[in-house]
């Protein structure tokens, strides 16, 4: 796959190992697929964990790993980003440097104000489920 203004990058690994790595920016309807919804399937209890591993791969499909004769090995699979990439934690890393390539939601390494009003919504939504659900588990039953 071409990658659209591709940018080196190097992100250390849990073990302290530099990982050189290239990344890209994301067509235009396959970031708005990405963003809408990597992030909400991320949500804890609320998320979807298969919709944001796809998520994950269609953004990974983006990425490449460059060896050191300088080749890039694009990550297009699942089987690729295991076998190139040696934690979650540093796949993590090159996630947020994706989406921080990718979008303009992160201003000066701070989140923008779009993850607070997602948070905001979350939360509002958590807590109606929460009450409403407390509000039934409460009910008096009365004996027949």
């Not at 659209?4 to 290239?22: A, S, T």
């Not at 796809?54 to 297009?76: C, E, Q, W």
């Amino acid at each position: 796959m071409d990658l659209i203004k591709p940018k080196d990058i190097e992100v250390e690994d849990i073990d302290g190992n530099i990982i050189n790595v290239r990344i890209s920016r994301l067509p235009a309807t396959i970031g708005r697929e990405i963003l809408v919804q990597y992030l909400p399937s991320a949500m804890p209890k609320v998320g979807d964990y298969k919709v944001n591993e796809d998520m994950m791969l269609k953004l990974m499909a983006h990425v490449a790993v460059v060896n050191k004769d300088g080749d890039a090995i694009s990550l297009s699979n699942k089987t690729l980003v295991d076998n190139h990439i040696p934690d979650w934690q540093t796949l993590a890393k090159i996630e947020v440097e994706m989406l921080r390539y990718n979008t303009d939601f992160f201003d000066n390494g701070k989140i923008s104000n779009f993850f607070e009003v997602i948070k905001t919504k979350a939360q509002a939504l958590i807590s109606k489920m929460l009450t409403d659900s407390l509000a039934q588990s409460s009910k008096e039953n009365k004996q027949p």
